[in-house]
Structures are given as C-alpha cells and as structure tokens.
C-alpha cells in the first residue's frame, strides 16, 4: 500500500514540478510584454519625421528631434566596427584555422572572458588610452570602446562558423595544390562569410545598444557633429540624460528614443535573420 | 504456452512516417525472443513501442499491444515501465551516481530509501549480472568509470533491481568487444529462467545462439516469426534465407 | 607569461622552418597578430587601470577595499559601502532570477514541444538583447513608481516587523535595483542552463524513463548530470550582474550607504564610476575611480574564468563519454 501511496505522491510531485517550470517559462516573458508594451505605447506619441531629420530644441520649446543622435550612434558603431570587424574575423580565423595549441586556448579562453568584463570598464579603459592623451572627449574614444566589446562575439562566431565548413572543402582546395591562405580566403571564408555576417550584425547591434562605455568618451553633443575628434550624441546617451532630466517633454522624448533604438537594433537582427535563413535554404 | 506480449495490427509513425507497417506477434513467457533485420528495418523501433519509449521521442502507434492481456496503452507508462525493463545499445549509467547508487537507482525512484532494504538486492542483481566479483570491492566509485562491458552489466543489474518482468535489449553487445559480449550472452541464458527476454540484434550467430524464437523485420514488415532453430535451418521465405545467408544487409 | 612567449616564438620558428609558402606563413602570421592582439588587449586593459589608479593605490592601498567613507570633499576614498551594494544586489538578484532561470532551462530542454521552445527560446534571448539604458527608463517610470505606491507600503504593512523592510517608501533603492537585476540576468542563466541540460545525452534520460522514474525524477537526474554547467551558467549570470550599470545607476538611489532596509538607497561600484566619472575633478578623485573600475575587472575576469571553464568541462565530459 505504501509504494501505491508513493506512486501517486511522485505523480503528483512530477505534474506539479512540469506545471512550476511552464509558469517560470511564462514569468520569464511577462517583463518583456511589459518592456515593449510602454517603449511602443510611450514612444510613439513623438515618433514622427521630425524626430529622425531635426534637432534638439532647448528645454520647454516642444518638439524637435534626434538626428545628430540617430547619425552619432551610426557613426559610433561605424568606428566599431571597423575597429572589431577585422580583429574579431582575423582572430576567428586563427583559431580555428591554426591548430589546437595552448596559445589558441589561452585566446580563446581570453575572448569568452572579455566578454564577460562590464562595459563601463571597457568605457574606462578607453578613456585612459585615448581621451586622457587627446585632452578631450571624442566620437572616437568611444567607437573604440565600442569596438572592444564587440571583438568577442565576431570572434567567436568566426570561429564557430568556420569550424561548420566540411572539412572536405578544404581538402579538395588542397589536394588541387592551392596553398592554404587562398583556400582559406576563396574556398573557407567565403562558404562561412553568412554565418559570419551574422555574427557582426550581432556585434553591432549590441554596440548600438551600449551606454555605459559612452558617458565618458563620446560624452554627448547637443549639435550636429559627424567630426570623430569631437564629442558625439548617441541614442543611448540621450535616453539616460532625458530619463533622469526633470521636464517631462524630456522624459516623452526618452521613450521616443528607446523605440527608434529598439527599431534600429530590429532592423539589424532582421538582416541578421533573413542572412540566416538563406545560409541554410542553400545548405 | 503462456503468451507475455501480444502485439495485434501494430503500426509505427514518426511525424507522418510510417516506420512499422501492421505487426502481429505473440512473445511467449520465459523465452528468449530475437529480432533481426538489416538496418533501418524497424527492429529498434518495435522494441521501442513495447516499453512505450516509442513516445518519448515523437513517435506514435496504432494498433494494440498487451501485456498480460492488458493494454499498454490504457497504462501508465511508469508503472509499465518497471514491469518492462529496458537495457540500450550504448551502455549508459548514471556518471553521478556510484556503482552501488545506480543499481539501486530505479528502486530509490520508486520510493525504497532503508539501505538495509537495498544493499540485498543491490547484491543479488550485481551478482545475477555476473558483476558482482568484479566490483564488489569498489562499490562507491562511479558508474562511469568502469570499462564498456562492465558498464553494460551494470544497466542489467540496474534494470534487474526493479523486478521486471521483461526485459528488452536493444542490441546490448553492439558496443562491446568479444569477451564481453560473450559475458553478456551467458547472462542472457542465465535470465530467462526468470524473465522474458526480447532482444534485438543485427548479429545473427548471436540470435542463433542466445534465442528460442526468432522474428525477422524487413523495411518496416515482420517478415517471418518461428522457432530460432527452424528460422535458421530452413527458413519459410525468400527474403530471410538470403538475409540469413548474408545475400543482403 | 614567459613560457606562454617562449612557446609562441618557437611555435613561429618552426613554422618559418618548415612553411614552403611564403603566402601561409604571411596568412598565419597576419591573423596570429590579431589574436596576439586581443590577448594583449586584456593585459593592457588591466596595465592601464593600474597606471590611471597608481595615486589612489599608493594612498589608500587596501584599506581602499574595507574604508566606509567615500568622501569626494575631503578627497578619502573607501569602497566598502559601495563593495556592499554591489555584492548584495547582485546576490539577491541572483536568489530570485536562479530558481526561475532553472524553472525557464529545464521547461526549454526538457518539457517544451518543438513547436513552442524555438519561439520561446527566440523571446528569453530577447530578453537578453534589450539595452540596459531601456531597462532604466522602464525601470524610472514604470517598477519605481509601482514599487513606491504597491510593493513598498505592502511590504512594510506586512513584513516590517524585519529591519529589510523598514523606511519611508521612496520606490528607487536598493529593491528596484534587485528586482531589474534579477529581470536582466534571468535570460542569461537560462539560456546557458538550457544548452548544458540540451548538453546532456539523451540516453540519461531514456535510462531514468526505462526504470519507471517520472518525468521529474528523469529531470532531476540530468539536472544531476548539468550540475557543474548550470553552476557556470549561474556564475555568469552573477558576473553580469555585478557589473550591469545603466539600469542600476537609473535605479538603486545612488547614495554609499550600508543599510539593512531594502527599501534605502545604494550604490554599486559600476554605478559610481557612471555617476562621478565626468564629475571627478581631482586627479585623486579620477585614480580612485579607476581604482574601482580596476577591482570590478579583477573580480568579473575571476568569475567569468571560473564560469567558462566548469562551462567547459562540462561540455568536453559528455563529448568524451
């Protein structure tokens, strides 16, 4: 009798525990219902034109946009990506085209750990490197910054994507007597430069989405400035300046700048999606 | 003869794929029972469906199988499961668990906790699986860190330790080398006394050897089911002589 | 270090000797440069806070770890009460999000149907891509002032016989900072903790079903098998936490205080250097800046090195088996 006891206890206890993870599962996706529910509702009363073509007016004139922090952000992860593109790819390459020794572990291990360093010490180091020494914030300081955090994820994700090449490929490039840094460049990079691309728009969209390693090296600008020697608006900086700000119109403008974020970063993972999918269409 | 499992009109589905195309056939008690097939014929398949680990993967029957003239699908799959072991290709013990916590693992999942109650049987079931004396010393190490057909005869003893009342292998030997397997293949002679033992097999001088019927599959069909002896002197059909003769497969 | 130099020189040495392409060697000692490159990134990273915070580590030293004055004024910089901020927001974070996070894991690689875990697993990493800046601002507007109206005054009236939940109701301090920590790392640990308990084989579980165990005691089982992993995946999650800054600065109240009361104010170290970096005046004010800046990235490359190698081990374990 005990054991048919302890059946339908375990019973129980399974169809409870199953029943818990699902509402975990559904608690999980509550904040993201809420997140989106207000930066749409919130951030649409402003989105007009005017908000992507003008600029900031002074406080208590209505209106006005976010250009120069539209073009600044642009420019920012323009600049980081051109710093993080060729080391992350290069990078990825190397290891996953030069064998299995300790030095490819230690880098490998390096880049998962880089990954996990908070941006805002990335924002520091930048501006230790490059602020300190220039005397002045700049457009640049701060793509650099960006630049490092996204030298991990295209790293990574050349590594992975290179590793997906049959190994077969590559032997037939061999075997036809092309030397290894053409097979890797004509036969290899250019079978994985998808999944690679991927990984890039990753890197950048993350980019366009950080804070932190901005406050002090791109600062800000309340004019237009696509000068990188100079300081630069970004959305983000403005989001938090706006959010803290007391006036409300600033506060509205805030929401208004975190759906045009959330747009940009969706049109990038958009790309990102539609490159996927083609990669295994012709898989 | 006292039939165990009788299997009526089975089919298989994985998604739409029909992967076991109407099966009858009758497992009698206390027998060895081997099926044999090329690869792909649906051998593992049938086993599958008879524990109802058919489902944990996806896939679906249709068609009735009985367990004592109960049907398997009007039970709890737990509840069957402990009247149907199963032992798999691939040895797999549970690495966090020792040698002694594996075999008493599906006793402690059915709620038996007093060591006292457990080391007895943990013994009787390492000893029936002819492990006994090899481990008996190092009852604490894990379950892993034992060589392949060791590990194997541990998924016995684990599977023997809950009581079934048949056990199902699916081509237990397949990942062994030739004195393990051989082990294994006394184990079995061994067991049926007590059990009823349905065993799948691409290896046909081990249904040949281990078993008292034999059912042959091809491409989702039973072919032939008869007496092992019968089947590999003379078999009925065409198609199991020249598999048997190794014109195929 | 030098054997790690040692070890590269030959390793380019014997490929000069036994290279017959001039183009390979280029190939590989072009892209070798880069990874040099990033491994020479993290060190300089590390050189660089040490040399911009030297004044303040010459001053203060260690007891820049365990002094509870952070005084701009008088220019004394003691990190304790921000050291505390940090690790309590962060570990309570962590009690909240982790049960969750396993709960998420094991509901994606164990209970799902295909069908719904891809577009479940596509909103959990989601989750993970929002900005921290939009944590904030929802963070500002949306939770302080439910938390200032609801959750406090509930809380107070019903627990406030404990000192966590004791003083005027201001809705932004250390329990805002908790709560959009935890939201922020539940995505991370779930995820990892799902591919380690996908990492698992199959046969576990088959092997536990086979002996009659339910669903759950299958689970609990591979759950046994991923410890390690969903340890790792945790220890990132915390690592992120610690030095998660936009939404904290936005919400934790920024005061260095020590307070039992959730409900007080707080500060974390990456909060700090957001707040007063542009602010700081002093060269010492700056160095002790860095400083913090310098501890956060010793204690996060701690934890993320820890984090990726039981993350690992786990991953080679089963390839192996």
């Avoid at chain 3, 901020?85 to 309570?92: F, I, R, W």
């Avoid at chain 3, 020590?258 to 002093?282: G, Q, R, W």
């Amino acid at each position: 009798m005990n054991s048919k006891y302890f059946y339908y206890k375990r019973k129980l206890t399974s169809s409870i525990m199953m029943l818990l993870t699902f509402v975990a599962a559904l608690a999980a996706i509550i904040p993201l219902v809420f997140i989106f529910y207000y930066t749409i509702s919130k951030g649409v009363t402003y989105l007009n034109l005017d908000f992507f073509i003008a600029m900031p007016k002074p406080v208590g004139e209505p209106g006005g946009g976010m250009a120069n922090a539209i073009v600044g952000t642009l420019i920012l992860i323009g600049i980081g990506g051109a710093i993080g593109i060729p080391v992350g790819v290069m990078t990825g390459t190397y290891l996953s085209e030069f064998g299995n020794n300790k030095f490819v572990f230690l880098v490998r291990f390096l880049t998962d750990v880089l990954s996990g360093i908070p941006s805002i010490v990335v924002g520091v180091v930048a501006y230790t490197m490059v602020v300190l020494p220039m005397k002045h914030f700049s457009a640049l300081a701060g793509g650099i910054a960006l630049g490092i955090l996204m030298i991990p994820t295209i790293t990574r994700t050349t590594e992975e994507m290179i590793k997906l090449v049959p190994h077969s490929l590559r032997e037939a490039g061999l075997a036809l007597g092309i030397p290894k840094w053409k097979t890797t460049l004509a036969i290899i990079l250019r079978t994985a430069w998808k999944g690679i691309a991927t990984g890039v728009l990753l890197g950048l969209s993350r980019a366009a989405g950080e804070t932190a390693p901005l406050l002090f090296t791109a600062l800000g600008n309340r004019f237009w400035s696509t000068n990188i020697g100079q300081p630069i608006a970004s959305l983000t900086v403005y989001i938090y300046d706006y959010a803290k700000s007391p006036f409300e119109d600033w506060n509205q403008q805030a929401w208004t700048a975190a759906l045009v974020l959330i747009l940009l970063i969706s049109v990038l993972s958009l790309v990102f999606r539609i490159i996927t999918r083609s990669k295994y269409k012709t898989n | 003869m006292e039939i165990k499992l009788s299997v009526k009109n089975l089919d298989a589905y994985y998604g739409k794929n029909k992967v076991l195309n109407n099966i009858s056939l009758n497992i009698p008690k206390n027998k060895v029972v081997a099926i044999i097939g090329p690869s792909g014929c649906g051998k593992s398949t049938f086993i599958r469906t008879l524990n109802r680990m058919h489902e944990v993967v996806g896939g679906t029957i249709k068609g009735e199988i009985l367990l004592d003239g109960e049907d398997l699908a009007k039970t709890d799959p737990v509840l069957l499961r402990k009247r149907i072991g199963m032992v798999f290709q691939k040895p797999n013990p549970f690495p966090t668990m020792s040698i002694f916590n594996n075999v008493a693992a599906g006793l402690r999942l059915n709620g038996v906790r007093n060591k006292k109650k457990l080391t007895p049987i943990v013994e009787k079931c390492l000893k029936q699986a002819a492990l006994w004396d090899e481990v008996k010393n190092n009852l604490d190490d894990s379950g892993a860190n034992i060589s392949g057909g060791q590990q194997q005869r541990l998924c016995i003893a684990r599977t023997l330790a809950v009581d079934p009342e048949v056990i199902l292998m699916d081509e237990p030997a397949s990942a062994l080398d030739p004195i393990s397997t051989t082990k294994i293949e006394d184990l079995i002679f061994e067991l049926k006394k007590d059990y009823t033992i349905v065993i799948v097999t691409h290896n046909m001088q081990q249904a040949a050897r281990v078993s008292d019927y034999t059912a042959f599959f091809y491409m989702g069909e039973l072919i032939e089911f008869s007496d092992t002896k019968k089947m590999f002197t003379s078999p009925e059909k065409q198609q199991t002589e020249d598999y048997i003769r190794g014109r195929f497969g | 270090m030098s054997s790690v130099k040692k070890k590269f020189e030959n390793n380019i040495l014997k490929k000069i000797f036994s290279s017959h392409n001039l183009g390979d060697l280029i190939f590989e000692r072009l892209t070798l440069l880069f990874a040099v490159s990033v491994f020479l990134l993290v060190l300089l990273m590390g050189y660089e806070m040490y040399l911009g915070s030297k004044l303040s580590i010459d001053k203060f030293g260690w007891s820049f770890l365990v002094n509870s004055t952070w005084d701009p004024v008088q220019e004394i910089y003691g990190a304790l009460p921000i050291i505390y901020g940090t690790v309590v927001s962060s570990l309570l974070a962590l009690i909240i999000a982790l049960p969750l996070s396993i709960g998420v894991a094991i509901y994606l690689a164990e209970v799902a149907p295909p069908w719904l875990e891809k577009p479940l697993s596509f909103l959990v990493e989601l989750l993970a891509g929002i900005p921290s800046v939009i944590y904030g601002l929802w963070g500002i507007f949306v939770l302080v002032p439910w938390i200032r109206t609801d959750v406090e005054p509930y809380l107070s009236d019903k627990l406030g016989f404990l000192p966590f939940f004791r003083g005027a109701p201001y809705g932004f301090g250390m329990l805002a900072a908790v709560l959009i920590l935890s939201i922020m790392v539940l995505p991370i640990i779930s995820s990892i903790s799902r591919d380690v308990l996908k990492s698992v084989p199959h046969s576990q579980r088959e092997a536990a079903l086979a002996l009659g165990a339910t669903k759950w005691q299958s689970t609990i089982i591979v759950l046994k098998d991923a410890k390690s992993g969903i340890l790792g995946a945790t220890m990132l999650g915390l690592g992120r936490a610690i030095g998660e800054t936009m939404a904290v600065t936005m919400v934790i109240g920024n005061r260095a205080l020590i307070s039992p009361s959730l409900f007080d104010p707080s500060y974390t170290m990456a909060s700090v250097i957001a707040n007063e970096f542009t602010e700081a005046t002093s060269e010492m004010y700056l160095s002790a800046l860095i400083q913090l800046a310098l501890v956060l990235f010793v204690i996060t490359i701690i934890i993320n090195a820890f984090a990726h190698l039981l993350v690992w081990s786990m991953s080679r374990k089963w390839k192996t088996a």
